[in-house]
């Protein structure tokens, strides 16, 4: 089942109004925890949401080689 972009576009914009700059802090460990759970879905999911704040806040935390 594919990961509905709009979805994610919500779920980051929730994060963001609720934890400003701490929400991608947050949605870190959601990855982590979806991660270490193998839950495939879910963890696609929270990649997507990650890069989405990542894209808001103008950063990244995969490293340029």
Do not use: W
């Amino acid at each position: 089942m594919a990961v509905n972009p709009e979805h994610v576009a919500r779920a980051a914009n929730d994060l963001l109004d609720h934890y400003g700059q701490a929400a991608l802090d947050v949605a870190k460990t959601q990855v982590e925890r979806a991660s270490r759970a193998s839950d495939h879905l879910a963890l696609d999911h929270a990649l997507m949401v990650l890069s989405e704040i990542e894209r808001h806040q103008g950063s990244s935390s995969t490293p340029v080689t």
